[in-house]
């Protein structure tokens, strides 16, 4: 069964202390893995797309990187407005029209 | 740039009663539309998309229905709710390719009483 799996479930960080964020999958042929922010309330906000084996995306202090069997979101040195949940989803051979497959997220809390 | 618009934001409904959730998206034409519920706990599950007018799929057999009846308008429906309708509905859209991001927008927050 395809699938995707996040860990932890929630994290809590000091400001400034740096972490990773894990997003493990198992699918039948990978056409893109995708990272979302979302805020309380607020639909997902698109932050990158990693398409093969050895891809890094970088945008401020946060860094994506993916292998064959998971992608890590790397965040360096957090501040507090970073706190969101961070949704991990694929997309796979054989799936229906550009749908995704989401994991269940990651809530980072960043105290100052 | 292309934006992507939901409302309502926010929908109390009485069990029983029918729904309504639109979705217009501008500055792009021909996109792939999407509806997704988002229950507490649970990743975001599709419920239908769209590739053109009036092409509908469903991924998951339910009480809602959706419609296109315009190129960059989706509209999500029920003719009777049920309490497990409740949960966080959000409209997305992508490009016409087998490739590329879904972009979301703000959502709809529907509790049935």
């Known amino acids: 069964e395809d699938q995707v799996t996040q860990s932890p479930e929630a994290l809590r960080l000091q400001e400034g202390e740096s972490s990773s964020l894990n997003c493990s999958y198992t699918v039948s042929g990978l056409r893109g893995l995708f990272w979302y922010r979302q805020d309380p309330g607020k639909g997902p906000e698109f932050l990158f797309t990693l398409y093969s084996a050895g891809e890094e995306k970088e945008k401020e202090r946060l860094k994506a990187t993916l292998t064959k069997k998971e992608s890590f979101l790397h965040i360096t040195a957090p501040k507090p407005e970073d706190s969101a949940t961070y949704l991990c989803a694929v997309r796979h051979y054989g799936g229906s029209q550009g749908n995704l497959i989401f994991g269940k997220g990651t809530k980072l809390s960043v105290k100052p | 740039s292309q934006t992507i618009h939901q409302w309502p934001a926010t929908l109390v409904q009485p069990v029983g009663s029918p729904l309504s959730l639109e979705c217009t998206v501008e500055?792009?034409?021909?996109?792939?539309l999407y509806w997704y519920r988002q229950a507490a706990g649970r990743g975001l599950q599709l419920l239908f998309y769209s590739v053109g007018i009036g092409q509908i799929s469903s991924e998951v057999p339910q009480n809602l229905s959706a419609s296109r009846p315009q190129d960059r308008q989706f509209i999500l429906s029920s003719k009777k709710l049920l309490l497990s309708d409740s949960g966080f509905y959000l409209c997305a859209w992508k490009f016409q390719m087998n490739t590329g991001e879904l972009f979301f927008g703000e959502g709809s927050r529907l509790t049935v009483l």
């Open positions: 500055g792009t034409s021909n996109p792939n």
